[in-house]
């Protein structure tokens, strides 16, 4: 249990400006972490190991992409007792994002709302920064595991997407478990149009092919994950579960465990906070509104992929029966994100408790 209750720290962090304290947060994690001082926020992390698309898990409670774009706190985030970390999304160049201010809280929701826009420092910072971490050899027999996660830059068309999504891979390949690809942020104009049926399917069969040519020249099979939206209706999600077959199964049907999704990203609804101080925000909106949504589309997806097509859920996880429900609607694993600004690092353990007791 970490010896400085974040409940004494999350007053001072929610009477910053969000993105500020978000900064100081990351700021802190980078100078403590390796440090005997990991023990004022750390939590011993839950035995629970189950093995999905070929990685071996130490649990299946990870943290979502977007809280540490630069791969700066690695091995700070791994000290709370995660299962696996998701860092990025990185782009080819370094980037600014979208105006300030850009980050909002809706409390009374426990929600967020962001337009950040995959502000990051370029590929050649973050995987200089994934390097440094060491957290593979402070973890025991089942080290937390590690993906990266990769995008485009929003100066590149999107009919030149693939060009950064390969760059992206070709750099972190070598470095990750699994490599993300988001194709669903709101934040970057015309991203999602990358989820509809011929672009997928160029997208995926690009990146695939890449992925295979990375894997014989490092000798290392890391999985690909496709990040989607919650924004979807039922003819959108069989595109994408239609795509991601032909792409993730063999011939005879089965799941080749080189490509899973993730379901899912922010969402673009505002209809669970109405009226709400910054509801009518742009951006993607996080935090408790999300979850019946991303399960929804994760039991959609479930269905139609089958029982060993790879899924982690992420949507609205801010308790151990909220992460029970990723599970129930079909997800193998579960990220956590606006539950950790919400309730702080006790809620890796108490998810990962959860799922632990769920699973016997």
């Known amino acids: 249990m970490s010896l400085l209750p974040y409940a004494l720290a999350r007053p001072v962090l929610f009477g910053m400006d969000p993105e500020t304290a978000h900064e100081r947060t990351l700021d802190a994690l980078a100078r403590l972490q390796g440090t005997p001082l990991t023990c004022l926020y750390g939590e011993r992390r839950v035995a629970d190991p189950v093995t999905v698309a070929g990685l071996r898990f130490p649990n299946r409670v990870g943290l979502a992409a977007g809280l540490d774009k630069n791969a700066r706190c690695i091995d700070g985030l791994a000290a709370m007792g995660f299962g696996f970390v998701e860092v990025g999304t990185v782009t080819p160049l370094g980037q600014p994002g979208n105006p300030k201010p850009r980050m909002f809280r809706l409390p009374a929701r426990q929600a967020l709302i962001n337009r950040l826009g995959f502000n990051n420092d370029g590929l050649e910072a973050f995987v200089a920064h994934v390097q440094r971490a060491r957290f593979r050899h402070q973890s025991g027999d089942t080290p937390m595991l590690l993906g990266l996660n990769i995008g485009k830059n929003a100066a590149t068309p999107i009919e030149q997407a693939t060009s950064d999504y390969l760059t992206c891979l070709d750099g972190v390949y070598p470095h990750a478990d699994y490599v993300t690809v988001n194709i669903s942020s709101p934040n970057t104009k015309n991203l999602r149009s990358l989820q509809s049926d011929e672009a997928l399917d160029a997208l995926l069969g690009a990146v695939m092919e890449r992925r295979e040519q990375l894997a014989?020249?490092?000798?290392?099979?890391?999985?690909?994950?496709?990040?989607?939206?919650?924004?979807?209706?039922?003819?959108?999600?069989?595109?994408?579960?239609?795509?991601?077959?032909?792409?993730?199964?063999?011939?005879?049907?089965?799941?080749?465990?080189?490509?899973?999704?993730?379901?899912?990203?922010?969402?673009?609804?505002?209809?669970?906070?109405?009226g709400l101080p910054h509801a009518e925000e742009t951006g993607g909106l996080s935090g408790a509104p999300v979850l019946a949504a991303s399960n929804q589309v994760i039991r959609a997806l479930r269905t139609q992929l089958g029982s060993g097509f790879p899924i982690i859920g992420v949507g609205g996880v801010l308790s151990g029966a909220d992460a029970v429900s990723k599970r129930e609607a079909g997800a193998d694993l579960v990220q956590i994100y606006t539950g950790l600004i919400y309730r702080g690092p006790a809620l890796v353990r108490e998810a990962a408790k959860a799922l632990q007791a769920h699973g016997r």
């Open 216 to 274: 014989q020249r490092h000798a290392k099979q890391s999985p690909v994950f496709l990040k989607i939206a919650p924004d979807l209706d039922e003819a959108q999600i069989g595109v994408i579960a239609a795509t991601l077959k032909r792409y993730g199964c063999r011939a005879d049907g089965s799941a080749s465990q080189q490509l899973g999704v993730i379901a899912t990203n922010t969402t673009l609804s505002r209809d669970a906070v109405q």
